[in-house]
């Protein structure tokens, strides 16, 4: 396992390299400068700002003067928030987005297969389409619709929860829902597909002719084979819940990287772009890895090779 | 059945494991700094975007201005009604011919190390704005000194030969190119502030960040966490009292969630009418908490004079007469703006504007008709460039229905572009039309008029005219204000009435919101410039 592990961060090498390459190049190839204001800025003032930013000279000479800097894990200066690095402002930015992530994605997990595994068992009833609408309208609801009609109610209406910010644990608690729902929501179905496709197999009639209880037989034996398909999924989840949603983000005035994916590349700063883009990247090659190992540990049919 | 046993515990343990890590995850990135808990602070401010830095040769946003101004000051500073007053500067004279002012610097005055601030610091800060190595964008504001153009663009090496110089520690004397009405309030700005060099030195780019940064200015920075907040405490070495302990500086991305923060009484004060959704101000112009001022800024339309039909004056004048701009500030700004005549805004002191254009169909379909295209037959395509944000997809979409309206032109299309590919494509003057704003420098009609000199980098309209370009020369050397101010009011005539190279389309109105019992010393005016360090909570004074 140590050999696959080994090979496969081998791999994600020239993986993050062309990320970074294409990132650049697309960023620094769109018409407009980082430093343009709606005020002309002297022609001499531009030529400095970008040889200070080592952005002047052909794209070529841009390229190459910021990937020796990458290869030193320096990520560069922000063109927009002028004092800082990338790598400052990730180093600050991503742990926020990771606190919020980590518990919307927890809260995905804990919710979404209990209420798949329950949506299965009351396959077709009452209850299962019920659960079953939730989540068609967890999953079709986009957060920058559901988000401002819970804060509508929850804080504005019923003064429940804080509408917005940062720094105190109730604040956290509503985004942390915004954002997990349409993760419980794919996580349930999800569920209750796999589930309902092992429980019509030949293992689980023989478990239920042998007379066991029907918990053994649904969280025994049905649940541990009807798991894969939700690793599969929650492992590329995690890669994005954890680096942060813009909507949520910027609804909730949270702090975090989320934002930084779309207003970065609206500023033209590239570096900041190429630098979230880096981040989310390794985050889905790691995530995609621990996958694989989970899938090796819980289910014995596959071969790591 | 001992293997599936085996394989059951095993889940549970990866399934305990799976959770453990989580919480963990969870937990590491709480302490390790994912989250914080700010001191308290006397007054909460949502202030627009995130300052992009606060070094104060660096800054060119509003949101910027107005954290820097908290935490330094210049020779002049401005009073709540947005007055110049004395700053840094005790008092100052002026030379007869207009030309050179003389500063005293008030007496004991220190940075927030303790150190005295001395008039060496001013000049040597006014170098570093003015250094090409500093890369500001506006050093431009540093022009007005004699040489201070040479200096600035690298064609003269030695600072000495620049219009500043500092006699003794207490005395600053500035000598400028030509009589500059507005001087004092260029003193107010940024880019002129002083700003202490040794810990620039010793930090270099980290001098802006809390701890490092030496202040002269009614705060200090205590804290800044990027688009979180920024916590300011004020300045025991000021020269003055300073009423609030702490104030808290939110940074707001979505108007929606400023105003929300502001209705939960989470924020006590919204300044920048970026930061509140236009949609509702039609609902709240009555409450008690909504406050509105006439703002030095104005929304106009350029045309690209060297493009097919806009080279034709009557095709521009038919154009500015049938735009029913009533119509585009009660249907979509709805803050109370005024239309616009004229681009300098009402309330320059000493200024009349001349009457400009008028909304006249009748008169724009007989000079469309005289142009070719009668009832807009004819007219060819013209696509009309805005910037996509806010709410000027809806202003630009408004003008593309009133003149089909009015003139019957259907060949009008429009193209948003993204913030910054928009002020390139204008800056290469590669549009048909565009609509377009200004927000003035300083109080004084010169800042709106001279940007449409024929050379002026934003013109950007490719239209020029000598007599324009010498009138703007004849009015510094004008006799009195009098005079300067009928050069200006012919100036705009021929901008706005007879070669109509821009259409004005309306003024801007600054908003804010607070609660006149929670915040004091918070005045509208004209500037839309309140200083913090005058900011009161009543009843605590």
């Known amino acids: ?305 | 059945m001992g293997g599936s046993s085996s394989r059951v515990s095993r889940t549970l343990t990866l399934t305990a494991i799976l959770a453990g890590a989580v919480v963990l995850f969870f937990a590491f990135f709480f302490f390790l700094g994912g989250w914080t808990l700010s001191a308290p602070a006397d007054l909460t401010l949502s202030n627009g975007a995130e300052p992009q830095t606060l070094d104060p040769a660096i800054i060119t946003g509003e949101p910027e201005l107005r954290v820097s101004q908290a935490l330094f000051e210049g020779l002049t500073t401005r009073n709540t009604k947005g007055t110049v007053i004395p700053g840094m500067a005790a008092s100052w004279t002026l030379s007869p011919d207009n030309l050179t002012y003389t500063f005293t610097l008030r007496p004991g005055i220190k940075w927030s190390n303790g150190e005295p601030i001395t008039s060496y610091d001013f000049l040597n800060s006014w170098e570093r704005s003015l250094n090409p190595l500093t890369a500001s964008q506006y050093s431009y504001q540093l022009y007005y000194l004699v040489n201070g153009e040479a200096y600035g663009t690298g064609k003269l090496r030695d600072f000495s030969q620049v219009g500043v110089k500092a006699p003794d520690d207490h005395t600053l004397v500035v000598t400028l190119n030509h009589p500059t009405a507005y001087f004092l309030e260029l003193t107010t700005l940024p880019i002129l502030f002083p700003v202490h060099l040794a810990s620039i030195k010793k930090y270099g780019r980290d001098w802006t960040k809390p701890g490092k940064m030496v202040c002269n200015g009614p705060y200090i920075l205590k804290e800044w966490r990027l688009n979180d907040y920024i916590l300011l405490e004020a300045n025991p070495d000021y020269w003055q009292p300073v009423p609030i302990h702490r104030i808290k500086v939110l940074p707001t991305d979505s108007p929606t969630a400023c105003f929300n923060l502001f209705y939960s009484h989470k924020t006590d004060l919204i300044i920048d009418k970026t930061s509140i959704p236009t949609e509702l101000v039609q609902d709240i112009r009555d409450k008690p908490y909504f406050h509105a001022n006439p703002f030095g800024a104005t929304t106009f339309v350029r045309f690209n004079v060297k493009r097919k039909p806009f080279d034709d004056v009557r095709v521009r004048k038919a154009l500015a007469l049938a735009l029913d701009k009533k119509d585009i500030v009660e249907k979509i700004t709805r803050a109370g703006e005024p239309v616009a005549a004229t681009l300098v805004p009402p309330g320059s002191a000493g200024y009349t504007p001349p009457s400009g254009l008028s909304y006249n169909v009748t008169e724009a379909r007989r000079l469309l008709a005289e142009a070719g295209y009668p009832n807009g037959q004819g007219f060819p395509d013209v696509t009309m460039l805005y910037p996509a944000r806010s709410n000027w997809v809806q202003i630009a979409t408004e003008m593309q229905a009133l003149w089909r309206r009015d003139l019957g032109i259907t060949s009008i299309h429009l193209s948003g572009q993204e913030w910054r590919v928009y002020l390139n494509t204008q800056q290469l003057i590669d549009f048909d039309f565009a609509v377009s704003d200004w927000i003035g420098d300083y109080n004084d009609p010169q800042t709106f008029l001279d940007m449409f000199t024929t050379d002026n980098g934003n013109n950007e309209t490719n239209w020029g005219n000598p007599q324009y370009d010498q009138m703007l020369v004849a009015s510094s050397a004008a006799h009195g204000p009098a005079q300067r101010m009928k050069i200006f009011q012919d100036m705009e005539k021929m901008l706005v009435e007879d070669e109509v190279p821009i259409v004005p389309v309306y003024f801007w109105v600054g908003l804010s919101l607070y609660y006149p019992d929670r915040v004091g010393g918070f005045e509208p005016n004209f500037v839309d410039e309140h200083p913090w360090g005058q900011l009161y909570i009543p009843g605590k004074k």
């Open chain 1, 1 to 305: 396992m140590m050999a696959l592990i080994f090979r496969r961060l081998l791999q994600a090498i020239p993986v993050l390299f062309i990320v970074v390459t294409l990132t650049f190049l697309l960023v620094r190839s769109a018409p407009g400068s980082p430093f343009s204001t709606e005020k002309k800025v002297p022609k001499e003032i531009m030529e400095e700002l970008e040889k200070q930013y080592d952005l002047h000279g052909t794209i070529g000479h841009q390229y190459e003067q910021y990937m020796g800097k990458v290869a030193h894990g320096n990520l560069s200066l922000s063109t927009q928030y002028r004092n800082r690095t990338v790598n400052e402002i990730i180093a600050q930015t991503l742990p926020v987005s990771m606190t919020l992530g980590s518990l919307a994605y927890f809260l995905a997990l804990l919710c979404g297969i209990p209420i798949g595994a329950w949506a299965a068992v009351r396959h077709n009833q009452a209850g299962d389409r019920f659960l079953m609408l939730g989540a068609l309208l967890g999953i079709s609801i986009p957060s920058f619709v559901s988000a401002p009609l819970l804060v509508m109610w929850l804080a504005l209406s019923w003064n429940l929860l804080p509408a917005y910010g940062w720094g105190s644990p109730d604040q956290i608690l509503l985004p942390a829902f915004c954002l997990s729902l349409p993760f419980t929501a794919s996580i349930a179905r999800l569920t209750r597909g796999s589930l309902l496709e092992v429980l019509k197999l030949d293992f689980i009639r023989t478990a239920r002719a042998k007379g066991l209880p029907e918990k053994t037989v649904l969280f025994g034996h049905a649940l541990k084979v009807a798991i894969l398909p939700i690793i599969g999924y929650s492992g590329p989840a995690a890669a994005g819940i954890l680096t942060g949603s813009i909507v949520i983000e910027t609804l909730f005035g949270i702090p975090g990287i989320g934002p930084f994916f779309v207003n970065s590349a609206l500023n033209h700063d590239p570096f900041m772009t190429s630098g979230v883009v880096l981040v989310f990247s390794l985050f889905l090659i790691l995530f995609n890895l621990l996958t694989d190992i989970l899938y090796f540990v819980v289910d014995r049919r596959v071969k790591l090779a």
